[in-house]
């Protein structure tokens, strides 16, 4: 089992702010590449949302496993992902992380444990947890995370796989990134219980809601559980508020849209996850964090250079691998 | 090699046992996998065998159990999720579909899912309109799924081992009426490759494509027209996908002739599918239009008499026979149903 080594608070934090810094400033890149054309494949971003990715995905070793949604990008950067494979599949080049056939929808890194991302709300929720029925049966110390929306919790699958779950005591976090819209449709338009967190209280699975905004807060509340997870006390639904700042596909904004709350675009600026993480660095006195940005810039550029000079996929490959060859 | 004479249900087992035995990662999930009736006998003894973290009875959610043994396949183990049923499979289709099916693709052939399914066919006698469908068109219709359909015991326990060894997904569909039908089968156990028709009876008339069920009543349906002079060639796919397409040419390049008979509906069926290979890739052959049976384009009703006008029998495959040859149909008493089922289910 690789483990991460310990980090002091501050390498912590920076850890976190340099996640979340690298899934903004990519899909800030992703944004001003659109018009281009050249990534033809609908785009989910998370811009907002980074908190959440990155403070699970800091909180779990690479050998976890962690399922996540078409809102994928945030996840598969905090998860360790390449980024130049990122950017190559969403080109559609044969050198992307699904060799061009999974676009931005379906990202995986199965090197890094991510093992994959679904279009389907709420269909990898029962993959994830067959994922930790499977470590539970070969005595594997990984544990893995369902990572969805607030729209997954509409679906029949979420009751079925989390009452499995428990029944079992697998070891599985459901982690639910609530923010606020399931497409253009409010969480008090399609439940009467708004605290996502209670919905599966009568299944017997322990929930709880945090500020999904702050990076130490996602960071605290899911590294406690994925170590209960680990020790074998079953699984938890862990829901995070935050805020999408983009539509729900696309690369503009909608702020002004009559389906959103008339205060969404304060409220997003008001809690900028970036934001929020720099202040704490810099009352720390942390280092620079201008360096940071550059750095992560040069990689961006590197990802996008790697992405547009690599090839696409041979036509004579379109039939391949659409079943695995027997071993 | 050595042989064992089994029933069709016997040979699951043992395909199960010895799979069981020779790899810990297979396990076995379902509903009543663990219970007294052992969806008729082909878990019996396993929970005290191999345990019950390796035989366990699931929650009545298709849904998410079949989305739990992807994930249960792509963390490294080999599910069979069993369902007595194939009708609940339709509750699947979501994670059948959009997962197990398509996930080698999808991620550019960075994982499979290693997931074998085995669901009953239903019919017998009146089990109506949601006990008794044959769900295999609508799982060909989907690329990234193979689909099996044994008639034999042999077949059943030589293509479940194969499945089973198989890194992708795949549906076994196995046949009620086919349960009581006894043969001699491998013993150890022995892996059958998929698409490899197999010639049931050589004929030279017509050749006559069914597999499963419809392969039994085919046979039926053969030697009575070689009674009166048909000689009736039945070839049975046995696996659907992959398709034995050169095999099923062959017997129409040696007949001319090309009645297909499925157990499921004929719109967009597996009949389809084998006529248009037939227009397709083996029209010069041809000396007849293709002909198919299948269910009658409605839902399966309970009424005996009504049931039994609903599926292709002996009795109709031989008179289709007939027709397609010009011939009248003679008289003598036609071949009766094959059932020994006497329910309940």
């Known amino acids: 089992m690789k483990t991460r080594t310990a980090r002091t608070l501050a390498d912590n934090d920076l850890a976190l702010y340099r996640l979340m810094l690298k899934i903004r400033l990519a899909e800030e890149r992703i944004v001003a590449l659109y018009p281009s054309d050249k990534i033809q494949s609908p785009v989910h971003l998370s811009v907002g949302q980074e908190a959440v990715a ?10 976890d496993h962690l399922h996540g949604t078409y809102r994928g990008h945030g996840v598969y950067i905090a998860k360790g992902g390449d980024l130049g494979r990122m950017f190559a599949e969403l080109y559609g080049k044969d050198t992307g992380c699904a060799r061009g056939r999974g676009g931005s929808m379906h990202l995986a890194a199965p090197e890094v444990g991510l093992v994959g991302c679904s279009a389907i709300v709420a269909g990898l929720i029962p993959v994830a947890t067959g994922d930790a029925l499977a470590a539970q049966m070969q005595g594997s110390p990984r544990v893995v995370c369902s990572f969805f929306g607030d729209g997954a919790v509409d679906e029949g699958v979420f009751y079925e796989s989390v ?5 079992k005591g697998l070891p599985i976090v459901y982690v639910c990134e609530n923010n606020g819209y399931a497409i253009h449709s409010r969480v008090p338009d399609r439940h009467k219980q708004t605290d996502l967190f209670r919905l599966t209280e009568g299944l017997g699975l322990r929930g709880s809601r945090h500020d999904g905004n702050d990076a130490r807060v996602v960071f605290k509340t899911m590294s406690r559980a994925v170590a209960a997870a680990r020790r074998g006390k079953g699984p938890v639904l862990l829901e995070y508020m935050t805020n999408r700042w983009h539509e729900h596909v696309g690369p503009g904004t909608d702020f002004q849209e009559a389906y959103r709350h008339p205060k969404d675009r304060t409220r997003a600026a008001q809690n900028d996850p970036l934001r ?52 | ?14 395909a199960l046992a010895h799979a069981m035995e020779k790899d810990p990662a297979v396990f076995l999930m379902g509903i009543g996998v663990d219970d007294h009736k052992a969806v008729f006998g082909t878990t019996k003894g396993f929970v005290g065998r191999f345990g019950r973290k390796r035989v366990f009875d699931t929650p009545i ?60 066919i239903g019919r017998s006698w009146g089990q109506g309109a949601q006990h008794s469908q044959s769900p295999q068109s609508l799982l060909m ?48 156990p022995v892996a059958v490759p998929f698409g490899r028709a197999v010639v049931r009876r050589a004929g030279s008339d017509l050749t006559i494509v069914a597999g499963a069920h419809m392969a039994i009543e085919s046979l039926k349906a053969a030697e009575f027209l070689a009674k009166h002079g048909v000689s009736a060639e039945i070839v049975d796919p046995v696996t659907l996908v992959p398709l034995d397409r050169a095999g099923i040419l062959h017997s129409l390049a040696k007949t001319g002739r090309l009645l297909v008979v499925d157990s499921g509906w004929t719109t967009c069926g597996a009949s389809a599918e084998i006529a ?21 384009p409605t839902v399966c009703p309970v009424s005996k008499p009504l049931e039994q006008a609903f599926y292709p029998s002996a009795k109709t495959i031989a008179a289709e026979a ?24």
């Open chain 2, 276 to 296: 248009a290979l037939a227009a397709e890739q083996g029209f010069d052959s041809l000396t007849a239009p293709v002909r198919r049976l299948g269910m009658q």
């Open chain 1, 163 to 167: 009452n499995f779950a428990v029944l």
């Open chain 2, 322 to 345: 007939f027709s397609m040859l010009g011939r009248a149909f003679p008289d003598a008493p036609a071949p009766e149903l094959t059932n020994a089922f006497k329910g309940p289910f």
């Open chain 2, 61 to 120: 959610s298709e849904g998410a159990m079949t989305g739990i043994a992807v994930g249960a396949a792509l963390g490294g183990m080999k599910p069979v999720h069993i369902h007595i049923r194939a009708d609940f499979l339709y509750l699947a289709m979501d994670q059948l579909i959009n997962n197990a099916a398509k996930w080698s693709a999808m991620s550019g052939g960075r994982a499979s899912v290693p997931l074998v399914i085995r669901a009953v």
């Open chain 1, 54 to 63: 990155a403070g699970v995905c800091l909180a779990l070793a690479t050998d």
């Open chain 1, 276 to 327: 929020i993480m720099e202040a704490a660095l810099k009352r720390r006195g942390a280092a620079r964090l201008d360096a940071v940005a550059a750095e992560i810039g040069r990689e961006i550029d590197a990802a996008v250079a790697f992405a547009e000079s690599s090839p696409f996929p041979p036509v004579e490959s379109l039939l391949a691998g659409l079943y695995a060859e027997s071993r």
């Open chain 2, 141 to 188: 219709n989907v690329p990234g799924l193979k689909v099996a359909m044994p008639t034999t015991p042999a077949d059943a326990q030589g293509l479940l081992l194969a499945a089973i060894e198989d890194p992708n997904p795949v549906v076994l569909l196995e046949h009620r009426l086919l349960y009581d039908i006894v043969g001699d089968v491998p013993d150890p």
């Open chain 2, 1 to 14: 090699m050595k042989t064992k004479r089994l029933n069709y249900g016997q040979a699951i087992h043992a």
